[in-house]
């Protein structure tokens, strides 16, 4: 009786992962699930994402899914992020030009219509 209660409270800890009661280090950032990851792994089959955690005193490697925000997957590294801003930047630097030429043009076409109308007047006197 006493072997198969100490079996019952051991049992909970081995279920619970080691990176909720223990320091870890993330050993691979988010990637996304492969389609043999999404049915072998518990943890891809919510969101698709996960994280490879390394624990330091069990010294186990295990998966943690990513959680799901309102506006989808936060799968987002800071690698990621940066490439995310400066796709941003150059996107409205490239609108900003265009733009600027189209201020620059219809700046000339005024200009032309107001030398007309002044040289009309000139003309007419």
Known sequence: ???????RSVSPVAATPCWQVEDFVVAQECTRCS??????????????FIEKISCATSR?????????FPYGCSCRSAVMEAHVFWRFIGT?????AVFAVLVVCRQ?????????????QIESI
Do not use: Y
């Open 108 to 120: 000339r076409v005024l200009d032309r219509k107001a030398l007309e109308k002044v040289r009309k």
């Open 35 to 48: 389609s043999f990851q999404a049915k072998t792994i518990v943890e891809c089959s919510p969101t698709g």
């Open 60 to 68: 186990r490697d295990e998966f943690k899914r990513v959680p799901n």
């Open 92 to 96: 409205m630097m490239c609108i900003a």
């Open 1 to 7: 009786m006493a072997a198969s209660d100490e079996r």
